[in-house]
């Protein structure tokens, strides 16, 4: 049985109660759109069963925009995938698990356009459906022995978690439980949702306790240059590096950066270096 079929012998398991498989981006939240997930483990077989329940759904553009209206909208990094379920006929020959390029930008742009009215897409929304399907707070020294750790591998799920206990810590009458000692560095900011004085030349020990505490600072605003950047992904990495990894797992769209690059009032030379490293259209 080769891989297309098993994914057909097993899809029925996998519908909710409406005959329906949870889109990729429903199921996986925490997964970027370009991320590795999609190509191997959890996340590819989900393709897979996706792309097979897709060939089995209504071809008409009805029942597939009722398909996607039963679950929550796409971020906006999905929309090439959203357009493709809604007009099959022009579905990339390489199939749903491509990844998403646009040969038209100016077609790219419409298609988004079109889909953010139809509210199919929207700006920032993974978040939510991620908040949506917790049950309480899930601690990340639970899977991670360091806080560098968990900053580096599960980089979007820690931001997620920081955005969930900064509202927990936010509506008062709450406390953490006690940090284990590899993440005792990020116990006053996980209290307090003051990271302190942070050493930029451990970037991803930087990274995590501005996490625990709630806001991610950007270079500029702690003082650091363009010379910083080492173009290093290696774990001694500094919180520049660090700063561009979380980057690339925080922002769905341009609206979401804009947002975060405004607020930290972004000077023009690292907004020219945010732009060549973070490419969102």
Known sequence: MDWKESCRSRL???????????PPWERFPDYERHTIGWRMGAGEDWMGLWGVFLEQLARDPESRIAYLRRHPPAPVSWADAVHRVLY????AEEGDDDDGDEDDPAAATQRRSALLAQGLIASDVAFTTWL???RGVRWPWEHHDTPEEAARYDTRELWFWSRQVAALRGSGGWAPPAVPGGWRACAS???????GPVDP????LTLARLLCA???????QLGLALADFADSYDDDMGYVDAFRLWGMSA?????QLRRYLEATRAPADW???VADQLPID
């Open 189 to 195: 900011a996980l209290e307090s949702g003051d990271a």
């Open 201 to 204: 030349r451990q970037g991803l």
């Open 88 to 91: 099959p006929a022009e579905e």
């Open 132 to 134: 949506g399907q917790q």
């Open 214 to 220: 709630g806001h991610v600072k950007a270079p500029w």
């Open 251 to 255: 922002f769905d769209d341009a609206h």
């Open 271 to 273: 907004e020219a270096w």
């Open 12 to 22: 029925r398991e996998h519908l909710d109660l409406r005959g329906d498989l949870a």
